[in-house]
């Protein structure tokens, strides 16, 4: 069947905060500027917000700048931040960390909890009325490439394959959707932008991406523990000094309280499980009391860019450019990336508008990375580059070294420490054999505080039409088993946060197989960053597919 296409200026691929952001500045500025410029943005989920998960703590920066007056335009962001509290957890323990001795990069006054999924929620009511084109339910599944090699486009996924490949009843081939700009706003790890790094060695010469996995949960909490615009942020335990990682706890309105743990994706011990060490944490007696007579509402987990700096791709290529997370600006002390996705997505937008407005197409937006270079998410970012690869030295001594480069930047004597440490390999890479790291005993769930994973995918509303071929793609399918599980104790099965990969009795032959269990998966996309021999490939599956997060 003939795949049907549509024309358009500008394509965005992905409705978060840098693609909607990016939408809404070309239509400000085509606005401004007298000009049609069609703009549609596609986004995977069934409905824009229902794939997103954050902290959430925003920097309103890029915000300000899109659309300064979104108070008044009812922006769902009502909760400042009132207290700011940073403590290191023993497993009996909690110290604070006096305020004063933090950098000042580091505080979030002047920062809002929000739910994020609810901002971009509003955000693409805010394109939508101004003549955007938004399609919940229809990932891109294809980069389309001119006969020049400059892309030209996307395709989405087919509708109505079988799991055998074959075409049900309602079978609908994808749209092409052509145009003279795509622009990939696909978060972290996105499917497409990993091909277009790979296709137009955009990784070249900067370092490989870091990540973490952020293992997150929303409660309601009994009123008298609740204290709107708290925010709490622990190091230590339940993590080893080898284990970088640590949790955030935010107090939003309406008795609302969202806490989350990120770990480092570089972590060593394959006997580690991210689920498991989030469920711990909760278990500490300076938290514990805050969930007790309280109600647990959604679960989530997602993937992370920790790279920074260092680990920024060559942003623009024939046809399009990466904005976002999809090229990974998080500021990871901060834990803050949501600004630099918007900001960077405005400044993709921009160079787009100029190119259009001088009739141009299909080149290479060299003014864009130019921009990004000349911009506050550079500055954001050169302040806290040194940070992420102190932490590959233990949780004290890069705590110290990242607490020290910090505060000299803060008083502007960055000066003094000129240089730029890198990130040696990929976190694929630093997984240790299973039979020379220590076993870890975690505790059993205990239904009240802590859960176990089903419960937990049941409430991010995961769901995926079951007859479809599976997502999460083998390169060898021989890999699991004669590697991961021989080598590793297969830890696929660990830092899964939604019980996808289960190795179960053979049907033939005895031993094991793996079982992909792919209708839970929550999009986080950890497996296709952590197998050690990257032999998961995760591709968008059937539109709409996926979790359907609440408020997250
Ligand atoms: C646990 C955790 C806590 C965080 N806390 C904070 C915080 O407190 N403050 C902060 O500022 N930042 C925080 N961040 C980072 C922040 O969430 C990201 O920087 C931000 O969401 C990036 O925006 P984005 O638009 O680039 O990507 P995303 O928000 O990931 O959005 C990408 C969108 O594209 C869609 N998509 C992906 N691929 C396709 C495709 N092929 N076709 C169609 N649609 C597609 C996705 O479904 C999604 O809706 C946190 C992140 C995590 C994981
Ligand atoms: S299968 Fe992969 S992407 Fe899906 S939830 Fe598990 S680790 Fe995340």
New binding site residues.
Partial sequence: MEREAMEYDVVVVGGGPSGLAAAIRLKQLAAENAREVTVCVLEKGSEVGAHIMSGAIIDPRALNELIPDWQAKDAPIHTPVTEDRFMLFTADKAYRIPNWSLPRLMSNHGMYIVSLGNVCRWLGQQAEALGVEIYPGFPAAEVLYDERGAVRGVATGDMGVARDGSHKGEYQPGMELHAKYTLFAEGCRGSLSQELMARFNLRDGVDPQKYGIGIKELWEVAPGKHQKGLVLHSQGWPLDSRTGGGSFLYHLDDNLVSVGFVIHLNYENPHLSPYDEFQRFKTHPEIRGTFEGGKRLAYG?RAINEGGLQSVPKLAFPGGALIGCSAGFVNLPRIKGSHNAMKTGMLGAEAAFAALQANRAHDELASYPEAFRGSWVYEDLYKVRNVKPGLGWGMWAGMIHGGIHMWLNDLGLGALVPWTLRHDRPDNASLKPAAGMPKIDYPKYDGVITFDKLSSVFLSNTNHEENQPVH?QLRDAAVPVNVNLKLYDGPEQR????G??EFVAAEEGGGRRLQINAQN????????IKDPGQNIH?VPPEGGGGPNYPGM
């Fill in positions: 987990a999460l830092y899964c946060p939604a996808v990969y998966c929550v999009h986080c996309k950890t497996c296709d995760w």
